[in-house]
């Protein structure tokens, strides 16, 4: 067998001690690494109903059997743990050029068990790992942090890093790599900063070896030459995922003023053309990727004239441009910038500052939080990460600061996850895909709104669309799994996948074992939310989107099809209502 280095990584913070433990061959056929061997590892190193920020929380980072190859899209790593935002399992994904450095190191997978006692960070070399003292990297942004420890150890370095709300344990917190890059949900970054663990530094010289290396290559030319220049590629590689915003607006689909509206009416003021108008944009990739959907984006004029940043994205658009109003690209790139160093996540964030400016908006909190102020914005930013006011409250994750405040009618999220950018009125199987995915509201469980945008599966058309939506959750679980970036997902189907998996691995599969893998992957993910205390009840959404209509177009998420969609989604599954 290849594809895979057949060894985890154990470093316990308690003892600052380390060991290697093998991988049998037949976990890494049932889980492919990634998030297969990702929730493996969490069922196997997490004691049952510990609190997230426990020092019994493992925190683990896995990579796939395609990671420093040849194959286009995989530069990727995963991390996962108990989520301390949700209380269920927490699975987030980063690009750029860290996962490779990581596997460099020789590993398939990290886990770091127990806490230190003082703030470290580890050095992990090919056969080797130390505990050094991070007092210095104390309090520092994320950006800061990376360069410090790029200064120290070049450029070969790999680094994963936390900023300072990760440090003050928000439950939101991101872990940074590539200054932009971030494994962004469900709180990892507050894993890592309960464990005393600001930063980790992979350096080494390994290669991964691959079944068929020279076929590997080829197959990777081939991918190159058909789809590089497809339209596909070409939309990312030329507008990134703002492109998003013109397109999800245009069918009153684009979370606007706290999940009020669908339609933004300053759209051209936060959309791609806004970014090309008002900002430098400089195309920039992973290792290993010729999408290049990244923008490298400088300010060209304003009061932020100068600042650069790798976005901003669809979803951080979403979030401070739609729900929170505010009709300035700029400004947005500068709230963007804010959340990247301090270290937390854009979506939550956004999210959460609307949530307070509704809550003003309608006279149920007596700070003045308005909408479109990307100043009072910025601060709640910063409260939220100090803890201070109203931020305090906000600090603790929508679910629970909604039931302080006694506002869960208003709360938009599901399992304490807010959705992403795609209204569930209208996007009727992106609203099954948040209801029932293993850490929250998550739209990369599916990306089901390709389809429905596509025309794949009409929106309101729900004949066969559970099936549709599976097929697509089980092909991005296995990409989950290799670990494959999620905009290949119209280049690598059932077929290409299989593939791939047969010349790094040499395992052969057929559509249908492949199918069967990646349910069972899904299935232990579940397992593991009903150890830790998920009931199906929880498989819901707000109950604004079954009551409030988007008034634009009337489009509510009747709750009869709700019920009825999930009732198909469960026999599908096999899973006990």
Not at 228 to 234: I, K, R, V, W
């Amino acid at each position: 067998m290849q594809g895979f280095f057949r060894r985890i990584l154990i470093v316990d913070l308690n003892r600052q001690k380390w060991y290697y433990e093998s991988l049998n061959e037949s976990i890494l056929e049932k889980t492919m690494g990634g998030k297969g061997l990702g929730v493996y590892l969490l069922n196997n190193f997490q004691p049952p109903g510990i609190s997230p920020l426990s020092s019994k929380n493992p925190l683990i980072f896995c990579l796939g059997p395609t990671t420093d190859t040849s194959v286009y899209g995989s530069s990727r790593y995963g991390v996962y743990t108990k989520s301390p935002l949700t209380n269920y399992f927490c699975e987030s994904y980063s690009g750029g050029k860290a996962p490779e450095r990581m596997s460099k190191t020789g590993i398939d997978a990290l886990v770091i068990l127990g806490k230190s006692k003082s703030l470290k960070y580890l050095l992990i070399k090919e056969e080797r790992v130390e505990f050094i003292e991070a007092e210095i990297l104390k309090g520092k942004d994320c950006h800061s942090t990376e360069i410090e420890l790029k200064r120290i150890y070049g450029d070969r370095a790999g680094i994963l890093c936390i900023g300072p709300a990760g440090e003050n344990k928000i439950p939101f917190s991101i872990i940074s790599n590539d200054l932009w890059r971030c494994a962004g949900r469900a709180g990892a970054g507050a894993v890592m900063g309960a464990k005393n663990l600001k930063a980790i530094v992979f350096l080494g010289g390994r290669n991964r070896q691959v079944a068929y290396e020279k076929e590997l290559k080829e197959f990777s030319i081939n991918i190159l030459k058909e789809k590089a220049n497809s339209p596909t590629a070409c939309a990312y590689r030329e507008l990134g995922t703002p492109m998003m915003v013109d397109i999800v607006n245009s069918v009153k689909a684009f979370p606007t003023k706290y999940w009020r509206y669908g339609y933004f009416q300053d759209h051209d003021k936060i959309n791609a053309s806004a970014m090309q108008k008002y900002m430098k944009v400089k195309q920039t990739a992973c290792a290993r990727c010729f999408m290049a959907c990244g923008k490298l984006s400088e300010v060209l004029e304003g009061r932020h004239r100068g600042l650069k940043v790798e976005g901003p994205e669809y979803e951080t658009i979403y979030a401070f441009g739609g729900l929170c109003m505010i009709n300035d690209i700029t400004e947005i790139a500068y709230l963007n910038d804010l959340c990247d160093k301090l270290g937390i996540d854009t979506i939550t964030t956004g999210n959460l500052c609307a949530f307070a400016m509704e809550l003003y908006e309608i006279g149920r909190i007596k700070e003045n939080i308005s909408y479109g102020d990307p100043d009072i914005t910025a601060g709640l930013i910063n409260d939220i990460v100090n803890k201070k006011g109203l931020g305090r409250i906000l600090s603790k994750g929508i679910k629970k600061a909604s039931e302080i405040l006694n506002m869960q009618d208003i709360a938009i999220h599901v399992k304490g996850l807010e959705p992403a950018g795609y209204d569930p009125r209208y996007f009727k199987g992106m609203g099954i895909s948040y209801a029932v995915s293993d850490r929250g509201a998550c739209h990369l469980r599916t990306t089901f709104y390709k389809a429905e945008l596509s025309g794949i599966s009409k929106p309101n058309d729900l004949d066969d669309k559970i099936e549709k939506l599976i097929d697509f959750e089980d092909r991005l679980t296995l990409m989950d799994s290799l670990i494959l970036c999620r905009f290949f997902r119209d280049f690598y189907l059932w077929e290409e996948m299989a593939e791939i998996i047969r010349l790094t691995t040499s395992f052969s599969y057929k559509e249908e074992e492949l199918k069967r893998i990646a349910k069972d992957i899904t299935d232990t993910a579940r397992n593991y939310n009903i150890r830790e205390g998920l009931t199906p009840e929880e498989d819901n959404l707000p109950q604004r989107f079954h009551i409030e209509p988007l008034p634009e177009t009337e489009e509510v998420f009747n709750k009869r099809d709700f019920k009825k969609l999930l009732r198909q989604y469960y026999k599908f599954k096999q899973w006990k209502v």
